[in-house]
Every structure is written in C-alpha cells, then in structure tokens.
C-alpha cells in the first residue's frame, strides 16, 4: 500500500508542518480501516501509534481466558473489577523488523489472540465498564509522552485528549465496512460468514454510541472523514492536509 501521501519525505512533511509533534486523535465505527489510516499517519511524521481498542480486545481476552463475570448488554453488576484489574499490565512494543508496534499483556504477545470472533462479539461488554474505561483511559493518557501520536478508537478526542491537536472522525457505509472486514479475516485465515461479521459490527455500533461510559460520539471539533469512496492515499492525503495547516494553539 505505498502512494502519494505516504511516500512524501519525512523531513518535507516535518517542514510542512507548524507543529512539531501533535496528537492527532482518530475515532470512528467499527471497521471503518482507522488504524490502517492511523499507523500509516504515523509512520509518515515518525512519531508513535497506539490502536486503543487493541487494549480493550486484550482486557476481554484476558476476562474471557480467566472466566472473569461481565455484564452483557441491558445487565447490571456492581462488581469490584479493581482487584481484576491490578492483575493486568499491558504495554505495546514496536517490532524492528515491520515496525509494527504489537500489544502483550502481563508479558504474552496478544497480536493473533485479540482478533478471534470470541473477543470481538465480548468486547463491547467489557468495555462498558466504567472501572475498565477509567484504567485504559488512564494508560492511554501517560503513552503521550509529549514526543507526538496517533491514537484510534472512540472515545481519543472525547474523552483521553479532549485538546487533541487534530480530531478525525472516520465513517463508512455499514455494509462496505462488513465486506472489507470480511475480507480482512478471511486473508488472515479466520473462518467466518460475512452475515456474522455484519452481525457483529451492527451490534458494536449500537453497543459503542449508546453505552453509558463515554459513548462514541463525534466530537464538535472533529473533521469527518467518510471513506466510503475514498481510497487508502485518498484517506491519508486528506489528514495529511489538515496536519499541514495546524499551527499551535
Ligand atoms: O477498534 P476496535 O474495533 O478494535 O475496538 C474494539 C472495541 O473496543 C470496540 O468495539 C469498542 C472498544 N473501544 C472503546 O470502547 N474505546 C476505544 N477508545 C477503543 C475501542
């Protein structure tokens, strides 16, 4: 996947750019190809990416593997998840090979685990929860070290960086987002029917903008970007436009 917009010389983007390391939050629907657009921004102004809903997929996987009780939708539980919680340590690493930046939690490379139909039909639940929304929040809050980054998910602009420098809010239409995420799954092997996927990213859609604890929502500063129709170069080149005319606040 190599273009336009991502081939342009780091130090030209760098010397386009007023703002020397920005946080640029990303937020959207499920399967929307955020963090394609995300890591691929990343790469380009050499600063670092984190996929926030990784993190949650990795907290799921974690409640599953140990049989941990979640609410599913409409439930209710007044369980502690502190305690659970303390027991988790996640952390992300950049491989030297792909520069892919890879998620483990208490040590254990998570990447393949994260992924399953199991975690993506639980994730939902378990990131309604108030206790788990406050961690992750928390953690994503302290990886902005002040050197720039790219982070996706839902709630970046609204709830972790509300003074994000660029705020995108990706769309697209529900059934173009079932057949790429489809076809995604099945190119890494992962059996599945598309009605399933489909299934899944309607329900997360309903679970993720109506969930009490920071629901998805666009925020007002937020540029839209629907990619329905757009290609990847077409994607990245429209962030790209708008990282080139920030300037600092
Ligand atoms: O980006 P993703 O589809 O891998 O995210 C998995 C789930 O994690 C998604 O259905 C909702 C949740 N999530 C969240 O609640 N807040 C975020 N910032 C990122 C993801």
Redesign the pocket.
């Known amino acids: 996947m190599s273009g336009r917009a991502i081939c342009l010389p780091l130090q030209r983007m760098s010397s386009l750019m007023s703002l020397e390391h920005p946080v640029i939050a990303i937020?959207g629907y499920?399967?929307c190809g955020?963090?394609t657009v995300a890591k691929s921004l990343a790469k380009v102004l050499g600063i670092r990416y984190i996929?926030?809903?990784?993190?949650?997929?990795a907290v799921t996987w974690y409640f599953l593997e140990n049989k941990i009780y979640f609410p599913l939708a409409g439930e209710h539980s007044d369980l502690d998840y502190r305690p659970t919680l303390d027991q988790i340590h996640i952390h992300f690493e950049v491989k030297a090979a792909t520069g892919e930046s890879e998620i483990f939690l208490n040590g254990h490379n998570l990447k393949k685990e994260i992924r399953t139909m199991e975690v993506?039909d639980n994730?939902?639940h378990v990131?309604a929860i108030k206790e788990v929304?406050k961690r992750?929040v928390s953690l994503q809050q302290q990886m902005n070290t002040g050197a720039g980054l790219v982070m996706?998910?839902?709630?970046?602009g609204t709830t972790?960086f509300p003074n994000a420098d660029l705020k995108i809010f990706m769309t697209a239409d529900p059934e173009i987002r079932a057949m790429r995420r489809y076809r995604e799954m099945l190119s890494a092997g992962v059996e599945v029917s598309l009605d399933d996927v489909r299934n899944n990213i309607n329900s997360?859609d309903y679970?993720?903008t109506h969930r009490e604890e920071s629901p998805?929502r666009m925020a007002p500063d937020a540029v839209v970007l629907d990619n329905s129709h757009l290609n990847f170069d077409e994607q990245v080149e429209f962030v790209l436009e708008r990282i080139r005319n920030l300037r600092p606040a």
């Open positions: 937020d499920s399967s955020k963090s996929d926030s809903g990784a993190m949650y997929r993506s994730v939902s990131s929304r992750m996706d998910g839902r709630d970046i972790v997360r679970e993720d998805l």
